[in-house]
């Protein structure tokens, strides 16, 4: 894939791909797994919880602030924060964190394609990512012949990305050609790039998680085009991932942590102004550099603001009432059945191969693991209390 | 990238700074230094503030913009806190690199034998980048402090190693001659005559691995650390605050100028008696 950009970054860029797909491969594995053993010997571990700086880690950023860890019972250690989805599928795999958030899509990878023993055991966050466009592109069709960044090739950016291209007749443009009128090129790249970037015009437009489209937005650098929520209704982004040793060897602990984690969602839902300044700056904890206005307008927005992106057409859905990011925890298996079906039709790099024999539902059964998530769900009413109709099931609805 | 490369080794004029010089000269090079600071200046004005469009995020690393940043920075505790955690991990990875290093350079250039085993493997360790190796810093050592240190090690290692048996293949033989026909046994042969004859080398090896060390720094602190300027940099970076970045860039590079100057210092006040 050429860049328009010197691309040094060490987060996501090509080579980042590369060493994550060394990772994961069946021969790489084993000295981590063997690492994983010899860590499972720490049969009481406290919680160990691996983050990025973005608002996908949100729940369990809440979990640690307001204590919910401790209120259960568990030990837990400061949360440990990584710079890059490659570190901290590396620190997971090693053992040295516990608890983490990954892009669902990752998680499929993982799991069928690195064979990683590890499981989905909720959801961290639904919404909560844009695509952000240069103010001269009004529509999708016009991203034709241009650039655009995506954060990691197993994204839901990326699915849903090339899921709004397909709607609108563009192509992928083939890794190192130049795009034709009716191709895009996706380019890797750091979210923190992302905007300088698109100031700079190398790129016309980036899909990415939050803070990242509200600073293109407050900096004055570009628009939001469409929010992936409004594509997919309610699609989870980052989901919670945890070692099966943990799950199987103690189940106790786990649903502690899932019970906490659980807990964080519904006191964020009520207090998502607090849950801006929980996580900005200008707390004592600095979870991330984030200033609170920034975060506010993501968790927080202004009503008026719903109003501005309906008339824009970045939400098409208003009758979906999604918000631009909101929290419920239970992993729909519809969803990872969907997600699978969308990935066989995404263009990745890398090894692929997998996709092809991986059957939706076989996938959805075996990469979620829903009993701890059932509990904590029920113990605090049901899902009515996230707003949802009481049923486990639900319908996908994907519309570009 | 060092003095093995040369057959002159530590004797390259280079390596007898101005500051030896007689009082005039040293005066007017420091001169022509400052000048040469001062073009950097206006070079990086003129890039951010007349050749970068309005408006444009280049003009936020503006040196308007960072000296005043620079100084907030200063007033309140958080910098010289990453300040203190960098120069800590700096350090200790350069405490690890001599510990490593000096006896395995000794040993390397005494005898032929262990030269011929190990110069093709440590000519091919020392090109791997160390960033390389973060997977299994985090594998083995885990998250925090010690894989960075490990990694400050990996790099600075290699400077120290191959400077100290170089300064060994490098000893006057008269001086081992003397030596023997003194009868001096061999801790007394290394204690008096090589360890003191290759110290300038090993200052020499130590100077240019603070230099590799402090440049790798910055991506070493991704690796789930809570402090330090790489730490800072990479969130500046998410927070869109350019001007700390260019703040930032200002403190490493002179952290790093004096760390240089300390070197420099030291290789003139041991090495000088050679």
Known sequence: ?400 | MSAVDSPAGRFRPGWRPALARPGGRQLAHAGLGLAGLGLLLLLWWAGTDLLAAEGSFARRFSPERALPALAGLAAGPGLWLHIMASLRRVLVGLGFALAIGVPLGLLVGVSRRAAALTTPAFQFLRMVSPLSWMPVAVLVFGVGDMPIYFLLAAVAVWPVMLNTSAGVQQLNPHWLQLSQSLAATRSETLLHVVLPGVLGQVLTGLRLAIGISWVVLVPCEMLGVQAGLGYFILDTRDRLAYEELAAVILVIGVIGYALDSAARLAIRRFAAGE
């Open chain 1, 1 to 400: 894939m050429t860049s328009p950009l010197p691309n040094e970054d060490f987060l996501f860029s090509r080579r980042d791909m590369l060493r994550l797909s060394a990772l994961l491969g069946a021969g790489a594995a084993l000295p981590f797994a063997g690492a994983r053993a010899a860590r499972a010997q720490e049969a009481d571990a406290p919680v160990r919880i691996g983050y990025l700086p973005i608002t996908d880690a949100t729940p369990l950023l809440v979990a640690h602030g307001r204590g919910l860890f401790e209120a259960e019972g568990l030990r837990v250690e400061p949360p440990v924060r990584f710079r890059g989805w490659s570190q901290i599928v590396e620190a997971f795999l090693a053992g040295q964190v516990n608890v983490v958030h990954l892009l669902s899509p990752i998680t499929v990878w993982a799991r069928f394609n690195g064979g990683t023993p590890a499981k989905v055991v909720a959801w961290n966050h639904t919404g909560g990512s844009g695509l952000t466009v240069a103010g001269d592109i009004d529509d999708v069709a016009g991203l034709g012949g241009r650039v655009v960044a995506i954060p990691h090739w197993y994204s839901i950016h990326n699915v849903v990305l090339q899921k709004l291209l397909r709607e609108n007749g563009l192509g992928i443009a083939a890794p190192g050609a130049a795009p034709g009128a009716d191709e895009v090129a996706l380019v890797l790249m750091a979210p923190a790039d992302m905007v300088p970037a698109l100031a700079a015009g190398q790129i016309a437009g980036y899909i990415v998680a939050e803070p990242f489209n509200a600073a293109a937005e407050v900096h004055g650098v570009g628009k939001v085009l469409r929010f992936t929520g409004d594509v997919w209704k309610d699609h989870a982004c980052c989901t919670v991932f945890m070692h099966e040793d943990d799950l199987t060897g103690r189940p106790e602990w786990s649903q502690k942590v899932v019970n906490a984690m659980v807990r964080a969602q519904l006191w964020t839902r009520d207090n998502r102004a607090g849950t801006a300044r929980l996580l900005s700056a200008e707390d004592p904890r600095q979870y991330t550099p984030h200033s609170p206005e920034i975060l506010a307008r993501v968790l927080d927005p202004a009503p008026a603001d719903h109003d501005a992106y309906v008339a824009s057409g970045a939400i098409r859905h208003p009758e979906w009432l999604s918000q631009r990011i909101d929290f419920q925890p239970y992993p729909f298996p519809s969803y990872t059945g969907e997600l699978v079906r969308q990935l066989k039709e995404t263009r990745v790099e890398g090894d692929r191969a997998f996709l092809d024999t991986l059957d939706p539902e076989f996938a959805a059964g075996d990469l979620v693991d829903d009993s701890f998530v059932r509990r904590a769900v029920e113990a605090v009413g049901g899902l009515a209390a996230f707003g949802l109709p009481d049923a486990w099931t639900r319908e996908e609805l994907v519309q570009a």
